[in-house]
């Protein structure tokens, strides 16, 4: 079922969060929420009505802060490119290749709230980000460089994405994946690039800091 956004959702997001760096990437500024619990309660109250998502958009998990991390040290990689970053989140990653000189940046998210806070911080900081709404698993390769963070984390999920994550990279795209350890990211076919060593919060992780490791993705 296909669930409508809140009649305002920027507003929605201004009065749930502050403008604010993740620790692993102090250059970028996005809408975050400084007390976890509050805006969870807050959407928690909204999805009873209308059946919203957690507010992932809220948080710079570790696996993409790695990455965008890794995208600010490495802005050759995305130089002229045209670059999806998928599964976006805040869109930290999707800022960062923009930052970095990417020709295009896409930033694909099926939660429509997190579109909207893509929207803002791409505002917030002064960069193009174009915004693709919903599933985008099957589409056929258009993009240079695929960026996707911390995104087997259950196993439906790795079984619906890595099938066309691999054929992306088959059909010419370079596929970067950043992971924290999670128990679904697949054992053959990737290349460690890079390892991070990022804080996060013991009210969104099981530790406050957490390793995270960037890999390419074979076809």
Not at 36 to 54: K, S, Y
Request: aromatic share 8%.
């Amino acid at each position: 079922m296909t669930v409508a956004p809140p009649a305002d959702p920027a507003a929605f997001i201004r009065a749930h969060t502050l403008p604010a760096s993740p620790p692993a990437c102090p250059e970028i500024r996005l809408w975050s929420a400084t007390e976890i619990t509050p805006i969870w309660e807050a959407t928690e109250a909204w999805l009873e009505a209308n059946g919203v998502p957690p507010p992932y958009w809220a948080f710079c998990w570790a696996g993409g802060q790695a990455l965008t991390r890794w995208v600010l040290d490495n802005p050759a990689e995305v130089a002229g490119l045209r670059v999806l970053d998928f599964a976006a989140g805040s869109g930290a990653t999707a800022i960062a290749a923009a930052m970095s000189g990417a020709a295009r940046v896409e930033a694909a998210e099926i939660d429509p709230i997190a579109c909207a806070a893509i929207a803002l911080n791409a505002e917030l900081n002064g960069v193009q980000v174009e915004l693709v709404e919903g599933d985008l698993v099957g589409a056929a390769c258009r993009w240079d460089l695929v960026v996707a963070g911390d995104v087997c984390y259950e196993a439906p999920m790795t079984a619906h994405i890595l099938p066309w994550l691999k054929n992306l990279a088959a059909s010419g795209a370079k596929v970067i994946l950043a992971d924290p350890g999670r128990a679904y990211l697949p054992r053959i076919g990737l290349r460690r690039l890079a390892d991070y060593s990022v804080v996060t919060s013991l009210e969104l992780e099981d530790r406050n800091l957490r390793e995270v490791s960037i890999y390419t993705l074979a076809g």
